[in-house]
Structure formats: structure tokens, C-alpha cells
């Protein structure tokens, strides 16, 4: 059975939520497809200890603030979650869960959704399905040989399955440091990273972040020189956690190995580290494989755009899947301005054709 919608939004995490509410009130008919059986997006597969980098009242959607969380001045994923949670139901977001969208189509007019539930036809789609689902491995060599325990970021709890063992952390930005510090008192650990860690300075947070990826957007659009954007200030938000072990000379970083033994890790220079375990926060690639029909992605899985509209496809915009899709999209803070430009444009876009 193949039904319609004039939109079709593609995940139900916070870039989805956040182009729902302003489709919503632009009056626009749309449906929210999302592959998981509960609301939250990824955030509710999040370790134990994930905390926001930024106050609740500065990390909120469009429409509605987070509200604080007692005794936390960062919430934790597991108060993100509620808040998500409650942001759809309060705007009656019309979301249908445990559809796994498959494939997105031309198919005249219209583009065709393909799912495990059924087709559908809609006059434009919003792509939202963020990166968490697409975790990245580097190719190191021997890593077929190493005989203990392999995981991503996305796969990694709480430090509790780890006591006592020696684990090794690789990467050095957020998910890295962050998880680097929850192991840091209970394992014998090895953190490993690139380059010497780079952490802001204590005082910033989410909050400058935003602003800083806003203006360098504006900068860009002017024709002005560009600041370097969030990368330029450095790549560790120095989180509570991640400071005390910091001070607390805890969070030494040693430079990236050279190969995977059996029992470990080694380096250039013949120096090894065992390890019955390693975690690799090594990163993601967007979750764009359900957009491969449309034959649009180019270098290193983007696909180009304008603002967040394909420029092949007029018709499909991508939402929340770092600055090429809007600065700071990949943020609840940063998503709700391309939310709202995408949701204007299709809106614009529609009225065109009914015209």
C-alpha cells in the first residue's frame, strides 16, 4: 500500500522534532517516519554518564525550553530523552515509529519513501537521521588480530564492565575525553589521540560554541574572512568530569599506534601497550545510505547543498547533520534556524506547485 504526504520527514530525533514543529505551524501536512520503537532519537542509547555540554535553558528546541534538571547545572541524556519525549507529544507531532525507511526515490512528481511498512509518495522529504546509527572504524592494521574486546562509542555503557581492565581509549575529542574520564578510576587505561588533546578553555560551553558556528556562518555568507569556525577554539569541551581527571593528571594522551597486536597495541617505535579492551571514539559518518537512489553524494558522503536543500533535488532537504547542513545542526540548540528555513522553503515550494 502506497500512501501520501505532502512531507515526509525521515527520523524522529531532535533535527526531525525540530522540522515537525515548524512544519506544524506553517500549516504544512507531514508525517515523521522513525526506525526506533521509543522517542529520544540516539540519545537514549547514550553511556551512563553523557551529560549536555551546555545549561538546559541553552540547549533546548524551537518553541519550548528544556527545563532544568534538580541538582544538574549540564542534564543528562536520560533527561534529554524526556524532554524530546514530551517536545512531541505537546505539539502533537504525528510520528510513526518502528518504520525503517529504506530507500527515497524520484518517481515523477513526487519522490517515493520506500519502508518495511509500506510505501509513500510526498512532494518534498526532510532527511534527519543524524550520524549515531553510522559509527566510524579507521582501517588500522591488525585489527583483525586482536584477540580482546573491540567497541564503538555507540556500544560503550559505563565504566563498571571494565574494572580492573586494561583498556585503551582511542580519539581525542569529546566522546574520547569524556569516556577517557569515566574509565580513568577504575581501569588501567591508555588514552590515544591523534594530536595532543585540545581542550577550550574551562569557561566555555555549548552556549559560545553556537555562537561562534553562527557567526562564522554569517562571516561566510558576507564574504568575510573565515574565522575557522568551532574546530579553530579546539576540540574538547572541558565538562566537570573531564576536568577533575584532567587535574587530577588522569587524562595523559599517548600518539596514535601504528598496529593492533594480538594482546594490544603497538608504535612506531616498537613500544606495545596491552589491553584487553579498546574503545574507539573515532566518530561517525552521516546515515545517508536510504538517499543512494537518488544518485546525489559526492566526496566523503555529503551530498552538496544550499542551505539544507540538495542541489541535486530540490525536492530533499538534510537536517542536523553538521555545519553543511546549517552551523550547529548537529545541536539541539543549533537545529531549530535550518528547521525553520527548510520547513519555509518546502512550504514555499508547495505553494509554487498548487499554484
Same mark, same amino acid.
Given at each position: 500500500? &502506497?500512501?501520501?504526504?505532502?512531507?515526509?520527514?525521515?527520523?524522529?530525533?531532535?533535527?526531525?522534532?525540530?522540522?515537525?514543529?515548524?512544519?506544524?505551524?506553517?500549516?504544512?501536512?507531514?508525517?515523521?517516519?522513525?526506525?526506533?520503537?521509543?522517542?529520544?532519537?540516539?540519545?537514549?542509547?547514550?553511556?551512563?554518564?553523557?551529560?549536555?555540554?551546555?545549561?538546559?535553558?541553552?540547549?533546548?528546541?524551537?518553541?519550548?525550553?528544556?527545563?532544568?534538571?534538580?541538582?544538574?547545572?549540564?542534564?543528562?541524556?536520560?533527561?534529554?530523552?524526556?524532554?524530546?519525549?514530551?517536545?512531541?507529544?505537546?505539539?502533537?507531532? $504525528?510520528?510513526?515509529?518502528?518504520?525503517?525507511?529504506?530507500?527515497?526515490?524520484?518517481?515523477? !512528481?513526487?519522490?517515493?519513501?520506500?519502508?518495511?511498512?509500506?510505501?509513500?509518495?510526498?512532494?518534498?522529504?526532510?532527511?534527519? &537521521?543524524?550520524?549515531?546509527?553510522?559509527?566510524?572504524?579507521?582501517?588500522? $592494521?591488525?585489527?583483525?588480530?586482536?584477540?580482546?574486546?573491540?567497541?564503538?562509542?555507540?556500544?560503550?555503557?559505563?565504566? /563498571?564492565?571494565?574494572?580492573? =581492565?586494561?583498556?585503551?581509549?582511542?580519539?581525542?575529542?569529546?566522546? /574520547?575525553?569524556?569516556?577517557?574520564?569515566?574509565?580513568?578510576?577504575?581501569?588501567?587505561?591508555?588514552?590515544?589521540?591523534? =594530536? !595532543?588533546?585540545?581542550?577550550?578553555?574551562?569557561?566555555?560551553?555549548?552556549?559560545?560554541?553556537?555562537?561562534?558556528?553562527?557567526?562564522?556562518?554569517?562571516?561566510?555568507?558576507?564574504?568575510? &574572512?573565515? &574565522?575557522? /569556525?568551532?574546530?579553530?577554539?579546539?576540540?574538547?569541551?572541558?565538562?566537570?568530569?573531564?576536568?577533575?581527571?584532567?587535574?587530577?593528571?588522569?587524562?595523559?594522551?599517548?600518539?596514535?599506534?601504528?598496529?593492533?597486536?594480538?594482546?594490544?597495541?603497538?608504535?612506531?617505535?616498537?613500544?606495545?601497550?596491552?589491553?584487553?579492551?579498546?574503545?574507539?571514539?573515532?566518530?561517525?559518518?552521516?546515515?545517508?545510505?536510504?538517499?543512494?537512489?537518488?544518485?546525489?553524494?559526492?566526496?566523503?558522503?555529503?551530498?552538496?547543498?544550499?542551505?539544507?536543500?540538495?542541489?541535486?533535488? $530540490?525536492?530533499?532537504?538534510?537536517?542536523?547533520?553538521?555545519?553543511?547542513?546549517?552551523?550547529?545542526?548537529?545541536?539541539?540548540?543549533?537545529?531549530?534556524?535550518?528547521? =525553520?528555513?527548510?520547513?519555509?522553503?518546502?512550504?514555499?515550494?508547495?505553494?509554487?506547485?498548487?499554484?
Amino acid at each position: 500500500m &502506497t500512501r501520501r504526504a505532502d512531507v515526509v520527514v525521515i527520523g524522529s530525533g531532535q533535527s526531525g522534532l525540530a522540522a515537525g514543529y515548524h512544519l506544524r505551524r506553517l500549516g504544512v501536512e507531514h508525517v515523521i517516519l522513525d526506525a526506533q520503537v521509543a522517542p529520544g532519537g540516539a540519545w537514549q542509547h547514550a553511556w551512563d554518564s553523557l551529560h549536555l555540554f551546555s545549561p538546559a535553558a541553552f540547549s533546548s528546541l524551537p518553541g519550548r525550553f528544556m527545563p532544568p534538571q534538580p541538582g544538574e547545572v549540564y542534564p543528562d541524556a536520560g533527561h534529554v530523552v524526556s524532554y524530546l519525549a514530551d517536545y512531541e507529544k505537546r505539539y502533537e507531532l $504525528p510520528v510513526q515509529r518502528g518504520v525503517h525507511v529504506e530507500a527515497v526515490h524520484r518517481d515523477g !512528481e513526487f519522490l517515493r519513501v520506500v519502508t518495511d511498512t509500506g510505501g509513500w509518495q510526498a512532494r518534498a522529504v526532510i532527511s534527519a &537521521t543524524g550520524t549515531w546509527w553510522r559509527p566510524f572504524i579507521p582501517a588500522v $592494521p591488525g585489527r583483525a588480530d586482536f584477540t580482546g574486546t573491540q567497541l564503538h562509542t555507540v556500544n560503550y555503557r559505563s565504566p /563498571g564492565e571494565f574494572t580492573g =581492565r586494561r583498556v585503551i581509549v582511542v580519539g581525542g575529542g569529546n566522546s /574520547g575525553a569524556q569516556i577517557a574520564a569515566d574509565l580513568a578510576h577504575s581501569t588501567e587505561l591508555t588514552w590515544v589521540t591523534q =594530536r !595532543e588533546p585540545r581542550y577550550l578553555a574551562d569557561d566555555i560551553d555549548g552556549r559560545a560554541l553556537f555562537d561562534h558556528a553562527t557567526a562564522r556562518r554569517r562571516a561566510l555568507d558576507e564574504g568575510r &574572512t573565515d &574565522t575557522g /569556525g568551532v574546530a579553530s577554539l579546539g576540540d574538547i569541551v572541558a565538562v566537570p568530569p573531564v576536568r577533575e581527571a584532567r587535574d587530577a593528571g588522569l587524562l595523559k594522551a599517548q600518539p596514535m599506534f601504528t598496529r593492533l597486536t594480538p594482546g594490544g597495541v603497538e608504535w612506531a617505535d616498537g613500544n606495545r601497550a596491552e589491553a584487553d579492551a579498546i574503545i574507539w571514539c573515532t566518530g561517525f559518518r552521516p546515515a545517508l545510505s536510504h538517499l543512494a537512489p537518488l544518485g546525489l553524494r559526492v566526496t566523503r558522503g555529503h551530498i552538496p547543498t544550499e542551505g539544507t536543500r540538495a542541489v541535486g533535488e $530540490p525536492r530533499l532537504h538534510l537536517l542536523g547533520y553538521g555545519d553543511w547542513t546549517g552551523p550547529a545542526s548537529a545541536t539541539l540548540i543549533g537545529v531549530g534556524r535550518p528547521a =525553520r528555513d527548510a520547513a519555509r522553503e518546502i512550504a514555499a515550494l508547495l505553494a509554487a506547485a498548487s499554484a
